[in-house]
């Protein structure tokens, strides 16, 4: 008997079938105007899009003119590329349009799909991004695509990493720019640290389309993306803090060795903070509990770990004044490696060696915050459906499974389950041997480098020929990944997700042709192309013959989405095809989720050595499993992104006053009220409000006015007077600062004055900024705490990154009112002096923002360092620079070898 909702869907169709229907009319009305388009000459293309820029810029909306502009983009993509779309290709496209994720199976012409809403919204001028997961393919796409963008009259440019200024800049200003997105997230941030709108590259944030969404989306949207530098030095707080941990007791701390925590107690913090204002190291009226002093504590702390939980010539040594970790496993020294947060320098000043200053961070942002900017969002993924419910309360992306143009003819097995990795890797290389006698290709999925290293010594044992996919380059990546579908090849991969490249039946036509014209140069191309075809097509039909492609999974991942990638390698374009997942009660998955009960059905069921399970119960009970882990994950990603969501309100008010700075031409007025206000707060502080005259403190306020304003006023003398108010000596104090930026801008030239203006708020904000997200990094790091006193943590540090951010407004309306009142015309010699110091500031900031994510290379373990052989680099941390010199972390790059 059929339940309600199978029922349901029976008579009224799935969400997804309903939404495909509503695509229908207009893919028709595409078909049907393809006559008319056909007729045109290239020209006539060209000025197709003319007349619909045109027609937009009239008002016209961009929905009413999709059937039109599709049905002149395919004809484009048609004479350029030799490709015309299929209808389900055209309903990616609209999927796209309407600001959905387009799920589509591999091989399904994704690349071509972008081009037909990335060519109608570029129609408004304002710009459209194109974002992959790699600088290859972001290449290689723009350079394959630009034919169709050319051909239909607009522009289009590629942005990769280290490119020169000017030519990014162009990248940017084209209709359509092909990037990765962290070079869209690292951009973002230096144009956001710039002092002038002419040295900004990104123009708007308008429409992205992201292919391979998941991974970018959600995989790599774990981590943010961080631009550091050197900070201030604080070599003296070090020093002075590391002279109070000696005078606490036992019962002013406690310790759990086991993570390496410590944690001040009533009595310590007690202890501490009458220490720290004796010493001056707090100010007065400030207490350790204050937001204020989030900073302070977290260094406390830090000295406090480096002497209680950190012991000399076990966790480090210290050598040539410097100090070296030990690894706790290898008992090898780590030369070049460094704690972070301050505790290798809290470490430093307990050894009296020379404190290096640590990294902070310049800006940081995080894909779902950086991408949550664009007006419209879409994306292409092969799989997406399982992360439905994280695309639409993140980013407001719903997920639509566009039909494959032809029917899947792939088997899909169900799992085989061995009780012992062993008995697995063996059923795996035996049905490795059957497929591959027969001629079948084979692709092989592992869930690490090590494990693809054990089963290629396996198949090698057993006499099979194979090839190994690692990541040293992208280009041998698509190489392999072209190869894999030829007769008899077993490839084993890693991690098959977003390679950009299909496995063809037999073989990837076009790189079989180049490598012919490669090895032979004299021969007629057009000759070889002839050979090479015939040859190809009696090869696709010997695969199919033989039953496909074979992918076989060694292991099910924590996500079924990685699974179904893998999956969908097999049978593209209606190709014959198989899957078969191999798993084991030892392998990560199996032991958390209930191998216990498996382990006893199966001795139950009195299995022999090497025999498997299959049954699709077992397949059930994994997708539960994987789907509860998938959950849990989300959840950990979502509270994640509730702690960054406050540091984002903050952001985008801290870059939207840069940039509307950067704009205006006259600064003066904005200056002005900044002044007025720290008048307002300084007269409220000596001249209470409703408070007698012989409770005015004249004196401070004078003094307080020559510090804040740089003048000289009779203010003890207006206290005097008969009649005076707090309003009167407002006003008096705000006439006698305007008559003294009047004479300043006068000195200097109203020109000069505006560009001070200018440049003194910029960096008083650029500085303000940086040392709040170092204050926010550190109140985040300790804010768990407050759960123990049955405190929300994220309630907690909601309500202290508000009272923070409002004293950085407080402090930055002093500090530039201060600056600007200290302001004087220089000499010719201090001017040029001057000039030198701000140059070198600024080269130091480009710098840092070049290469954003590598911390500095690590000192070579052997001497003769050479950045072209990797056994001369020692044993680089995986969070280092690569000292190949690429600019990534040595784990995304030679460190994805070892």
């Not at 796209?96 to 071509?112: P, S």
Request: contains cysteine.
């Amino acid at each position: 008997m059929l339940g309600i909702g199978t029922l349901a869907k029976k008579v009224f169709g799935t969400p997804n079938d309903r939404k495909i229907k509503a695509t229908r009319p207009l893919v028709d009305q595409i078909n049907a105007l393809e006559p008319e388009i056909e007729a045109l000459d290239d020209a006539g293309i060209i000025a197709k899009t003319a007349e619909f820029k045109q027609r937009v810029a009239d008002g016209e909306s961009l929905d009413a003119l999709l059937p039109e502009a599709f049905a002149v983009c395919r004809e484009a993509a048609k004479r350029a590329l030799g490709l015309r779309a299929f209808d389900t290709q055209l309903m990616g496209g609209i999927f796209l349009h309407q600001g959905n994720i387009a799920e589509m199976k591999t091989g399904e012409g994704k690349t071509l799909v972008a081009t037909f809403p990335a060519y109608l919204n570029a129609l408004t001028g304002r710009g459209v991004h194109v974002v992959t997961v790699n600088d290859y393919l972001a290449r290689r796409d723009a350079e394959w695509m630009s034919k169709v963008y050319n051909a239909l009259g607009l522009t289009c440019g590629a942005v990769y990493p280290m490119q020169p200024d000017a030519e990014k800049k162009q990248a940017y200003a084209c209709d359509i720019t092909y990037a990765t997105n962290n070079e869209l997230g690292f951009d973002y941030l230096r144009d956001n640290m710039k002092s002038e709108l002419a040295q900004m590259a990104q123009r708007d944030h308008y429409f992205a389309i992201v292919d391979e969404v998941d991974s970018i989306l959600i995989d790599e949207a774990r981590t943010p993306l961080i631009i550091s530098g050197p900070s201030q030095d604080k070599s003296e707080l070090y020093v002075a803090l590391n002279d109070v941990v000696p005078l606490l007791t036992e019962e002013h701390y406690t310790l759990d060795e086991k993570t390496r925590n410590v944690t001040f107690t009533d009595e310590g913090n007690e202890f501490m903070e009458q220490e720290l204002l004796r010493r001056g190291l707090l100010p007065e009226g400030q207490s350790l509990y204050d937001p204020e002093s989030t900073t302070l504590v977290h260094h406390a702390t830090q000295a406090l770990k480096a002497h209680t939980a950190f012991t000399k010539d076990k966790d480090y040594i210290v050598r040539d004044n410097q100090v070296v970790l030990i690894d706790e496993f290898t008992g090898r020294m780590m030369a070049g490696r460094r704690l972070s947060d301050g505790l290798h320098q809290a470490i430093e000043a307990k050894e009296g060696c020379a404190i290096q200053p640590e990294n902070v961070t310049l800006a940081s942002v995080t894909f779902q915050n950086y991408f949550r900017l664009y007006d419209k969002l879409g994306g292409m993924t092969g799989t997406a459906a399982t992360e439905a419910e994280e695309f639409e309360e993140i980013y407001g992306l719903g997920v639509v499974e566009v039909p494959t143009n032809r029917p899947i003819a792939r088997i899909d097995e169900d799992d085989q389950v061995f009780r012992t990795a062993r008995e697995k890797f063996e059923g795996i290389v035996k049905t490795i041997h059957e497929a591959h006698a027969k001629g079948q290709p084979i692709l092989v999925g592992t869930t690490s480098i090590e494990k693809s290293e054990l089963l290629s010594q396996m198949l090698t044992a057993a006499g099979v020929e194979h090839n190994v996919l690692n990541a040293r380059h992208h280009e041998q990546e698509a190489q392999i990944v072209a190869d894999a579908g030829k007769l008899g090849a077993v490839t084993i991969a890693t991690n098959m997700a977003g390679r950009g490249t299909d496995i063809k039946l037999g073989g990837n036509v076009e790189f079989k042709i180049m490598e012919a014209i490669a090895a032979n140069p004299d021969a007629d191309p057009e000759q070889i192309r002839t050979q090479i075809e015939e040859q190809h097509t009696a090869d696709e039909e010997a695969v199919k013959a033989a039953g496909g492609l074979f992918v076989l999974a060694t292991e099910r991942h924590e996500s079924r989405r990685i699974d179904n990638q893998l999956r969908g390698r097999s049978g593209r374009q209606g190709d014959p095809g198989r899957s078969s997942f191999f798993l084991s009660l030892e392998d990560d998955l199996m032991r958390i989720f209930g191998s216990e009960r498996l382990d006893k059905v199966l001795s139950t069921l009195g299995m022999k050595e090497g025999e498997a399970i299959v049954h699709p119960w077992v397949n059930k009970s994994l997708e539960k499993a994987q789907a509860k882990v998938e959950g849990r994950n989300f959840d950990i990603r979502k509270q994640l992104l509730k702690f960054d969501d406050v540091m984002n309100d903050q952001r985008k008010v801290i870059f939207g006053q840069r940039r509307e700075i950067m704009e205006a031409d006259d600064l003066s007025e904005i200056a002005q009220d900044m002044r007025y206000q720290v008048i307002d707060d300084l007269v409220a502080t000596h001249i209470p409000e409703r408070s007698y005259a012989d409770q005015w403190d004249g004196p401070s306020l004078q003094a307080a006015v020559i510090e804040h304003l740089n003048i000289d006023l009779p203010i003890v003398a207006w206290v005097d007077e008969e009649g005076v108010d707090d309003e009167v000596i407002r006003e008096r104090i705000e006439a006698a600062s305007d008559e003294a930026m009047a004479e300043k801008a006068e000195a200097f030239g109203p020109d000069t004055m505006r560009n001070i203006e200018k440049q003194v708020l910029l960096q008083t904000i650029d500085t303000k900024w940086r040392e709040h997200l170092l204050t926010l990094e550190h109140l985040r790091s300790v804010v768990g705490f407050r759960g123990y006193a049955q405190r929300d943590p994220l309630n907690e540090f909601k309500n202290e990154a508000f009272a923070l951010f409002e004293s950085l407004l407080n402090a930055l309306r002093t500090d530039v009112t201060q600056k600007l009142g200290q302001v004087r015309p220089l000499s010719e010699e201090e001017q040029a002096a001057m000039m030198a110091q701000l140059q070198a500031q600024q080269a130091a900031l480009q710098k840092a923002a070049e290469v954003p994510s590598a911390e500095d290379t690590p000192t070579p373990l052997v001497d003769g360092f050479d950045e072209t052989n990797p056994d001369t680099w020692g044993n680089p941390s995986r969070n280092d620079a690569c000292p190949c010199g690429s600019g990534k972390k040595f784990k995304h790059c030679h460190g994805k070898l070892t």
